[in-house]
Structures are given as C-alpha cells and as structure tokens.
C-alpha cells in the first residue's frame, strides 16, 4: 500500500501563485509515474499534469501548459506542481495520483490517490 499526502493549497487571487506538493510513503520506491488531476464543483475529474517515474518525461494540460510545473524527488518521494498565473478556473481540489495502471498517464488510472487539497483563486 502506498499513502499520497497533499499540502499547500489554499485561496489566492488571479494571477498569483501557489505550489502544491504530494509526499508519498509506505511501499514506495522510485519507479513509479505520478500525476496530478483536478475536480471543479460539478465536473469530472480531469488531468492536469504528470511525470515519468524517471522524470523523463512530462505531460501537461493544455489550459495549464506554460503556468503550471511539475517536478519530482525521488529520493524524497515527493512530488510538487507549482502553479503561477492562477486563473478563477483553476479552482478545484486537486489530487495527487501515483502508480498509473495503463501507461497512459493522462488517464485517471492510477492505483493510488491523495485525499485532496483545495485550490480557489478569487477574481
């Protein structure tokens, strides 16, 4: 079992920034993809950004490419998205995903998933 823990959400105003971070623990090692969705009031869960167990490789959103940063340590199992130019439609809670099951890391098929953390950018 692995447990995903996210932190650092919270409220900002349009075009300020927030970075997120995702630690990961029990049976853990440095293989495995990780990513990060979102889920806005009344809409599905949707992809928002992932990385490569190797860090290799990074996938983005388009309505986040150029704004949002994914990275990762795996020494310290952690996973981080800093987020900067925050619009009001990236309010959501967003959700750290780890283990993705398909090898399509856009898909929300991931074995494990954090609880949560809210972000809500105010206009």
């Known amino acids: 079992q692995v447990q995903l823990v996210e932190s650092g959400g919270g409220l900002v105003q349009a075009g300020g920034s927030l970075r997120l971070s995702c630690a990961a623990s029990g049976r853990t090692s440095s293989r495995y993809d990780m990513g990060w969705f979102r889920q806005a009031p009344g809409k599905e869960r949707e992809f928002v950004a992932a990385m490569s167990w190797s860090g290799g490789n990074t996938y983005y959103a388009d309505s986040v490419k150029g704004r949002f940063t994914i990275s990762r340590d795996n020494a310290k199992n952690t996973v981080a998205l800093q987020m900067n130019s925050l619009k009001p439609e990236d309010t959501a809670v967003y959700y750290c995903?780890?283990?993705?099951?398909?090898?399509?890391?856009?898909?929300?098929?991931?074995?494990?998933w954090g609880q949560g953390t809210q972000v809500t950018v105010s206009s």
């Open positions: 995903a780890s283990h993705n099951l398909d090898g399509r890391l856009l898909t929300p098929k991931y074995a494990y």
